[in-house]
């Protein structure tokens, strides 16, 4: 079975203030991490992922994700977060790639101008 | 450019109806499938198709079956719609050969079943 977990429905920060969106996932296996970004009214991008290799991943809009093997975490972080990234995250969790992607419940992320 | 694209973006159908939502791709994608989102729940997979007339069960395939007679479009039929059913449809499709994380979702269908 595999299972992901995000602790927190919102995460409210200020233009400019490190975002942080917490993921933690549960795997029989290898872990494939993702993150998964939904804008209003579009469907959902590929924002990074996790397979193996260096613990700190970085993906698009200046998103990375650092990868915690002893506590089972995979956060989401930006350093200065912009009005723009305002919208529901998606952690995702994949066991050793096979056909099934385990999503997270979203975190709706608000950043104030 | 990949293009998913679903039938309806909002669809209002009342209970007991047969609910057709359709899915098409155009860039000849072997995998297709069909989650529905909820808040609190995230995305669950109802089902997906490894290719043409083939199809396999998700995590919630109750209440729901598929349709895949043609490589470019996958249909999602609720044979009789409940209130229960009203959620958010997300189609996504992929190559066969590339990785999981590789699918492209289409914007979504928000069904309400009144």
């Known amino acids: 079975a595999q299972s992901v977990a995000q602790p927190e429905d919102q995460v409210n920060v200020a233009e400019g203030n490190p975002l942080t969106v917490k993921c933690t996932y549960s795997?029989?296996?290898?872990?494939?991490l993702f993150w998964y970004v939904q804008y209003p009214n579009r469907g959902l991008q590929f924002l990074l992922k996790y397979i193996t290799g260096d613990n700190l991943v970085k993906g698009s809009y200046g998103f990375e994700a650092e990868f915690n093997k002893s506590q089972t975490s995979f956060h989401l972080k930006k350093p200065s977060a912009l009005v723009s990234d305002s919208a529901l995250y998606f952690c995702a969790v994949s066991a050793n790639n096979d056909y099934k992607l385990s999503f997270g419940a979203g975190t709706t992320v608000t950043v104030r101008a | 450019d990949v293009k998913v694209t679903q039938s309806s973006r909002y669809l209002v159908k009342r209970t007991g109806e047969k609910v057709f939502l359709e899915c098409v791709q155009d860039?000849?994608?072997?995998?297709m499938f069909w989650y529905r989102q909820d808040p609190g729940l995230g995305l669950r997979l109802i089902y997906f198709s490894y290719d043409v007339k083939m199809k396999e069960k998700g995590d919630i395939p109750e209440g729901y079956s598929v349709s895949r007679e043609k490589k470019e479009r996958f249909s999602l039929i609720l044979e009789s719609a409940s209130t229960n059913q009203t959620s958010m449809y997300l189609c996504a499709s992929k190559l066969r050969d590339v990785p999981l994380w590789e699918q492209y979702f289409g914007p979504g269908t928000r069904l309400t079943v009144t």
């Open positions: 795997v029989s296996g290898n872990p494939y």
């Open positions: 860039m000849d994608h072997e995998n």
